[in-house]
């Protein structure tokens, strides 16, 4: 069994920061890519940013140059740095992994969260 969790949501006004974060638990051999994703209502889930076990990144248009993704590996939690945020913004944010787990060791599958809100508002 595993679970991924999102923490740090909340409300803040447009221009401030928030940090999210992702701890992932369970049955655990490894994780791969891991990764966060938005959706706001009336909209497609879409690519928030991207990380490897090994430290590339990848972001989405709308959020480059003000979101920052990290990872720490050791304690299987994934971190998004969000600053300059806009109204735009405002969404639930949903953390991603590739997990294999010890029951199948050579065999990943995805695994999401349940969703942290942010919203961006004056």
């Known amino acids: 069994q595993v679970q991924l969790v999102e923490s740090g949501g909340g409300l803040v006004q447009p221009g401030g920061s928030l940090r999210l974060s992702c701890a992932a638990s369970?049955?655990?051999?490894?994780?791969?890519?891991m990764g966060w994703y938005r959706q706001a209502p009336g909209k497609e889930r879409e690519l928030v940013a991207t990380?490897?076990?090994?430290?590339?990144?990848n972001y989405g248009d709308s959020v480059k140059g003000r979101f920052t993704i990290s990872r720490d590996n050791a304690k299987n939690t994934m971190y998004l740095q969000m600053n300059s945020l806009k109204p735009e913004d405002t969404a639930v944010y949903y953390c991603?992994?590739?997990?294999?787990?010890?029951?199948?060791?050579?065999?990943?599958?995805?695994?999401w969260g349940q969703g942290t809100q942010v919203t961006v508002s004056s």
């Open positions: 990380a490897t076990r090994g430290g590339n990144t």
């Open positions: 991603n992994a590739r997990i294999a787990t010890y029951s199948s060791p050579y065999s990943s599958r995805t695994y």
């Open positions: 369970g049955s655990i051999f490894s994780i791969n890519d």
